[in-house]
């Protein structure tokens, strides 16, 4: 069997949005920065660059489509649930390269590569981190007394599809997040469309709702969005005349979750029913009603993360096809 | 002309290191985690996982040298500095998977996607931030009176190679750093090198003096090392009976410097010469000796970036040949 492969002409990153900050008063500090050194001065007044988003880009030697994909992941999160699995199987960057897209891989303002600011001198609070505990219900891998910190007694929703032996391997990628930073975010993110001029939106989670959002504020250039299970969403007043094709995606074990889902779900679907109304085509795709039982929150993550990949990128392809927004512009 | 292209087998990323945690005691909150949603409550007492570093993986469909290169960032960086320069240009890990080595790019632990976790309750410090200021001098792009705010009244060096235009590009890279984390990104690290067996260290920096230090802690597997302006060397005492081809490379303007300089010179300078004692082959580049002045700190970034990757390839290459360290083992 011939082992796929892939040819890109180009790996590389880049920083988007930030701006400059300048902090004073402090007290100075001294401090053994590396093994072996002597004590030296530290004085953490001065300036600072904050609220820059973190953009890593794959581009094909031969791309089968004219827009790239771009990855944004949720809360609490970085890019690097888009290249791996916690048990390491390939990730999603893999299979949309393999497909033929180009794809970029952000990290959120204060989130992983984009760096995160001192506080409470430029960002006002501190940190919100989630424990192991609350993350088993909340991504739905199984009931709240399901978790257990002994990975051999904990309990997941019969059927589920997430890698639980790798639960802990999962938790290391997780990241603190800050509240109240959306507009950071998504003045950073706006800076990355404006750079494409042209892209395909892929979102988990906050990442989502993000997406959905910058697809409301730039309608021609962002050709198509994948909402993963979306938190945050716009409201739907305020939709622009018309929008590219979105496919809201969601997984199982929506009955028993956590609140918020329902939260979540009523939020996207008022908005998904006022597109539609719009005249859009907004999609949806409840994995249990075709033949996906068992995914959690993270359905780019479980066992069946491939297929439900092929499943997006088939729905790529026929936006692609069946769609022409914006007058002359085709998706790809 | 034939634009260069990369065949890949495989992108994907991992985590090495980390052990469980648990907190508690802490007062519950609560937050408005996502836009547009209800307040939920934020319980942060539980478990995480803390002390893992992060590993993105380039696998070449057909790698000219057995053993890949793993690159190891400085401190207040992350693995962002391999992947492109602060003007866009490629970077080292496009240069070293052009000449067909795989590669490795690491995030340390309290870094970047590697994740950081809350104090006092797992770290016991707060973090240290790097103002541009500092760095100006530190990282030797010009005097300290040389830093303004304003980008158009910055004075570097005369002659200096860094692209100090992209000096504020460059600030957004920059991420918090903790003191006293050594041994804990080195037993990150180790895991690393016992799950690939053999490897090719290149460190910058702090990364550099883990990369002598973990060559020195595993001679058999670390096959060789270019430490590039090593900060943290360990002692010169101690070393072992033999050990793999290591070069030590410096840019310039180490005269003027902040005298942190002279201290990590001299400590390098000592390792090398008891190991070159010990009949080790322990190289020294300094850049301005061998016709390229202006380097800053960060060579791997400045101007002639490409340039010095290529004298860094030509020695790898060299000591693959002329070297057999271990018995038979080649290099690569």
Chains 1, 2 share one sequence.
Do not use: K
């Amino acid at each position: 069997m011939q082992i796929p492969a892939v040819t890109l002409r180009a790996i590389r990153s880049f920083f988007v949005g930030g701006q400059a900050y300048s902090v004073a008063g402090l007290p100075a500090a001294s401090g053994r920065m590396v093994m072996n050194a002597p004590r030296r001065a530290i004085d953490p007044n001065g300036d600072y660059m904050a609220g820059q988003a973190y953009v890593q880009e794959y581009r094909l030697a031969r791309p089968e489509h004219r827009v790239p994909i771009v990855f944004w992941h949720g809360g609490g999160m970085s890019g690097a649930c888009w290249e791996s699995t916690p048990d390491e199987r390939p990730g999603w960057v893999w299979h949309f390269l393999l497909a033929g897209y180009d794809v970029l891989v952000c990290d959120a303002v204060e989130r992983g590569r984009a760096s995160w600011a001192m506080y409470p001198q430029i960002y006002r609070d501190a940190p919100v981190f989630r424990s192991q505990n609350e993350a088993w219900h909340l991504f739905r891998i199984g009931p709240p007394d399901g978790y257990a910190s002994n990975p051999a007694v904990r309990r997941p929703y019969p059927g589920q599809q997430f890698p639980v032996h790798a639960y802990d391997a999962f938790a290391r990628q997780w990241v603190p997040r800050w509240t109240g930073h959306e507009s950071m975010v998504l003045r950073a993110y706006q800076q990355l469309i404006d750079r494409l001029g042209a892209c395909i939106l892929v979102g988990h989670s906050q990442g989502a709702g993000f997406a959905v959002e910058m697809a409301r504020r730039n309608p021609s250039r962002v050709r198509a969005v994948v909402a993963i299970e979306p938190g945050g969403m716009p409201r739907a007043r305020a939709l622009p005349a018309s929008q590219s094709p979105h496919l809201m995606l969601w997984g199982d074990f929506l009955e028993d979750a956590h609140p918020i889902w329902r939260d979540y779900r009523a939020l996207a679907d008022d908005y998904w029913q006022a597109a539609r109304e719009a005249g859009g085509r907004f999609d949806v795709l409840d994995l249990p009603r075709h033949g996906m039982a068992g995914n959690s929150h993270c359905p780019m993550l479980d066992a069946n993360s491939d297929v439900v990949a092929q499943r997006v990128i088939a729905w790529l392809q026929d936006a692609a096809c069946h769609c022409v927004p914006h007058g002359a512009q085709q998706l790809s």
